[in-house]
């Protein structure tokens, strides 16, 4: 019954920034912790940032000091600032929200569609 949809993703040039965002809809849940996911090359997703929703924060060694994460918990979204974007960082990037559903009465994981990021060299 949840919903999301990712944007922002696109191309840009080694160095520069873009900003993604994922938005959460379609029924009764409550948010708690989301993540964001990196698929490269190795077609592996690798989870580089994640907040609580306490508001910490954890992040994957490589994009540390580059990347932040955020959430608009009003707005049921979830973002992720890039900067200083290497090559490395291409790939699709997905969002990972893990929700309770209140109708359901249940935790559940849920997906975005990814959204693709190229970094021109």
């Known amino acids: 019954q949840v919903q999301l949809v990712e944007s922002g993703g696109g191309l840009v040039q080694e160095g520069g920034s873009l900003r993604l965002s994922c938005a959460a809809s379609?029924?009764?849940?409550?948010?708690?912790?989301m993540s964001w996911y990196h698929r490269g090359p190795d077609q592996e997703r690798r989870e580089v940032a994640r907040?609580?929703?306490?508001?910490?924060?954890i992040y994957e060694g490589s994009v540390e000091g580059r990347f932040t994460i955020s959430r608009d918990d009003a707005k049921k979204m979830v973002y992720l600032q890039m900067n200083h974007l290497r090559p490395e960082d291409m790939g699709t990037y997905y969002c990972k929200v893990h929700v309770w559903e209140l109708l359901n009465e249940r935790y559940a994981d849920y997906w975005g569609q990814g959204t693709l990021v190229t970094v021109s060299s």
């Open positions: 907040i609580k929703l306490g508001g910490e924060t």
């Open positions: 379609g029924g009764s849940f409550r948010l708690t912790d």
